[in-house]
């Protein structure tokens, strides 16, 4: 489901990627819908980048994006797969093994890509 971030989505990505100087994607020209797949897919240099972005979010905030992903506000089937191996990985570690498994679901299903 597209749709329009809010304050807190954009300040949930500017944590993310604080070098985001404008929510329009470069290369579509559209503006950004969702969080993920803008910081894995432009602006995080490979997984451990994206680990590393990730990690600056707390555990509330991580918790706020898995709520987003299962609700289908916030896809994870367009970021590349070794960013979301880190993404479940986290929320595996950080969240619980219910939302981990859940993501890998749904990153499996393929169906999320927003």
Known sequence: MARTLSEHDIALLLKLAPECDTLICKGSENTYRSI?????????KDADDFAVRLNRLTDEELVTLVDMIREGKEGISCIPEECAEVLI??????????????LYALYEAGTQCL
């Open 36 to 44: 993920l797949p803008p910081v894995a897919n432009h602006y995080a």
């Open 89 to 102: 990985e986290q929320a595996l570690r950080r969240v619980g093994p219910e939302a981990g498994n859940e």
